[in-house]
């Protein structure tokens, strides 16, 4: 270890912070009128050695007709670029084929490693370790920000989020590249085709978070076929027979268990193979917007804000909780409205029985759907503010918190009214009826949102900047001041939680009730090929291009699949009870019909948690695999313990 530390910071030391190769990676854009004081403190850290607390990477300003403005381009040299890549704990492929943590002094053992083949880093890579270095710029011994006296700082403070958090810094982004984005688009989304993604070249540009959603989307499509396939003819020939969808529901019970296992395999193969699956987990920074009176951390001894736990959970409890009740009373109200709007329709239909007064038996349905769109949009931002109003000092647990809001509201505000039809007033034509329209409708919706809007501005977008620009001018200098101009007004994505959000309430139509209306599985899959292209034309653009964030899984939204797939199974127990075939079955007592389906569904669970227990989550190999490794490294410690202890000795 003593070794490889000096090896290290001899590494460090020797590194240059100029190189005439500049490849510019990432844009830091500062607002206009910031202070010179402030600019030539903040480069300065940004080139200082990293001895100095400095991030020992490569800054220039972007030049534009105009002269200077305040964009600079960021980017670093080959050697810190690897060294970084071990700080971050990078896993790279070994020449054995074996996935290893990249350190420096090994770099030679990797593949396609070579001292000349500067692409042995994806770009995404190389971004994801200057964003690391650039967040981990911390203030030493200064009070302030150079220039702005009320932006205070203490030893520690992440220099990048106070400046954010100041209005100094507008924003920092990594920069596309325009060869490979052309390419990545043609093979991802410039053809229609049947095939799979290219999910590897999506890693390598938008890094894994990105990566697993599509390969999470692309799988829960193919996952769908079979009940779609099922459904059709089940549609077809069983339309007004209940009797017959006993097997339907009990083959969506096996199917909503296999397909998440599965899919946990899948994923291991995948993060496997992209690395961050062997990534050791960092230690969590406090948040950007966490705030609170300075204090000693007890863990890492920085001094730091500090906020009363207590605090956070009377805020919780008292506020947020009761918040989350009012508007989940809101919505019961509102789904009380519909019920009224439908008896409405109903009977205007019986005293009229025209074409018109059909259609207008699917307008309550319609509008509801429409409703609950807009309250999932309008509660979706109350949740955010409360969620940061409670103050939570790390970025995973402000996430749980949000989602946790996000899930409860949504999934009362979609499914209430279903599970009213379903189980108080037992109306299974109201039920695929509203069914088939919440479904269709919220569909069209997010394909609008997702697919036309997105195009809409983007076309306009391109059209207004082809305009400002001169296509005469071929200065590469120009050319790329154009390209950061038309890049740093482009949208910010921010992130995958709306499009999981939305998978999760698919799945919940799919598992939930769709024995009741067989297709609503076609219309997912129909919806989920569109969504694919959709969503890679928004990546490739209509947004900004993210940072890359390296995962292991899809995290939280794992448990929600899960727990709505457990749901699933006493759904569709129930409707199998409630049809009248089971109940010819029990003429005398009800109370062996309930007590019956209580039964199954008890069985049913256990065989799902077996299932969960007997497929395992990895596959044989990559646990062979993964055994080996921690075998190594336990290993390798003990040998440089007995290095250690005999050099002790010796003196």
């Known amino acids: 270890m003593a070794g490889k530390t000096k090896e290290?910071?001899?590494?460090?030391?020797?590194l240059d912070t100029a190189e005439s190769n500049f490849r510019p990676l990432v844009v830091i854009e500062l607002s206009k009128g910031t202070k010179e004081e402030t600019i030539e403190w903040f480069t300065k850290r940004i080139v200082d050695k990293k001895a100095n607390g400095g991030a020992q990477l490569l800054i220039k300003p972007l030049v534009t007709e105009n002269g200077v403005e305040n964009i600079y381009l960021v980017g670093a040299s080959h050697l810190r670029l690897l060294l970084g890549a071990e700080a971050v704990g990078l896993v790279k492929e070994c020449s054995d084929n074996s996935m290893r943590t990249f350190t420096y002094s090994s770099r030679k053992t990797f593949k396609h490693y070579a001292d000349d083949n500067h692409d042995f880093l994806t770009m995404a890579e190389c971004q994801y370790i200057i964003k690391h270095e650039l967040e981990n710029l911390r203030a030493k011994d200064e009070k302030m920000i150079p220039g702005y006296p009320q932006a205070k700082l203490y030893p520690g403070k992440s220099i990048v989020r106070r400046l954010l958090t100041s209005g100094i810094l507008v924003q920092i982004f990594p920069l596309h590249d325009r060869e490979e984005l052309k390419k990545l688009s043609h093979s991802w989304y410039g053809r229609v085709k049947i095939g799979y993604q290219p999910l590897d070249d999506i890693r390598c540009y938008f890094g894994e978070t990105i990566a697993l959603y599509f390969g999470f989307l692309e799988y829960f499509t193919f996952a769908l076929i079979p009940m779609a396939v099922i459904g059709i003819p089940y549609y077809v020939f069983a339309w007004e027979d209940y009797d017959k969808y006993v097997m339907f529901a009990t083959f969506n019970l096996l199917w909503s268990t296999v397909i998440l296992e599965v899919w946990k395999r899948m994923c291991a193969i995948l993060t496997y193979r992209w690395g961050t699956l062997l990534m050791k987990r960092q230690f969590e920074e406090p948040r950007p917007g966490f705030h609170g009176?300075?204090?000693?951390?007890?863990?890492?001894?920085?001094?730091?804000p500090m906020y009363s736990s207590i605090k956070r959970q009377l805020r919780i409890y008292l506020v947020s909780l009761p918040f989350v009740c009012l508007c989940l009373y809101f919505s019961l109200y509102v789904m009380m409205i519909y019920f009224d709007l439908e008896q409405w329709a109903l009977d205007y239909h019986k005293e009229n029985e025209s074409n018109f007064s059909s259609l207008m038996l699917y307008v309550p349905s319609i509008i509801y759907a429409v409703v609950i769109e807009i309250m999932n949009l309008i509660y979706r931002y109350a949740a955010e503010f409360l969620t940061s109003w409670e103050n939570h000092r790390l970025e995973s647990s402000y996430q749980n918190h949000l989602i946790l809001k996000v899930l409860v509201f949504n999934f009362l505000n979609c499914f209430a009214s279903l599970f009213y039809i379903a189980f108080v007033m037992f109306d299974m034509k109201l039920l695929r009826q509203s069914l088939?329209?919440?479904?269709?409708?919220?569909?069209?919706l997010n394909q609008f949102a997702e697919s036309l809007l997105p195009y809409w501005l983007q076309k306009r977008y391109d059209r207004r900047?082809?305009?400002?620009?001169?296509?005469?001018?071929?200065?590469?200098d120009l050319s790329l001041a154009d390209q950061v101009n038309m890049e740093k007004e482009m949208g910010t994505y921010l992130g995958t939680f709306d499009d999981y959000l939305e998978l999760f309430l698919q799945f919940g139509y799919v598992s939930l009730f769709s024995c009741v209306y067989p297709l609503a599985a076609v219309f997912a899959v129909l919806n989920n090929i569109t969504e694919i292209y959709s969503d890679a034309l928004k990546m490739c653009r209509v947004y900004k291009r993210p940072f890359a964030e390296p995962t292991a899984n899809i995290g939280v939204w794992q448990l929600a699949f899960e727990t709505m797939s457990v749901i699933s199974v006493v759904t569709n127990c129930i409707l199998i009870g409630m049809s009248p075939e089971v109940d010819a079955l029990f003429p005398d007592s009800k109370m062996d019909l309930v007590l019956t389906v209580a039964l199954v569904e008890h069985l049913l669970l256990a065989i799902k948690f077996i299932m969960a227990f007997v497929i395992p989550d990895k596959p044989r190999d990559i646990q062979m695999k993964l055994a080996k490794l921690e075998f190594e490294s336990l290993e390798a410690l003990k040998q440089q313990q007995m290095k250690l202890a005999a050099e002790s000795l010796k003196e």
């Not at 000693?296 to 920085?302: A, D, E």
């Open 8 to 14: 290290m910071v001899e590494s460090w030391s020797f």
């Open 293 to 304: 009176v300075l204090g000693i951390n007890p863990v890492t001894g920085r001094e730091e």
């Open 465 to 476: 900047m082809r305009k400002r620009m001169c296509p005469t001018k071929t200065d590469m």
């Open 436 to 444: 088939a329209t919440l479904l269709i409708t919220s569909q069209i």
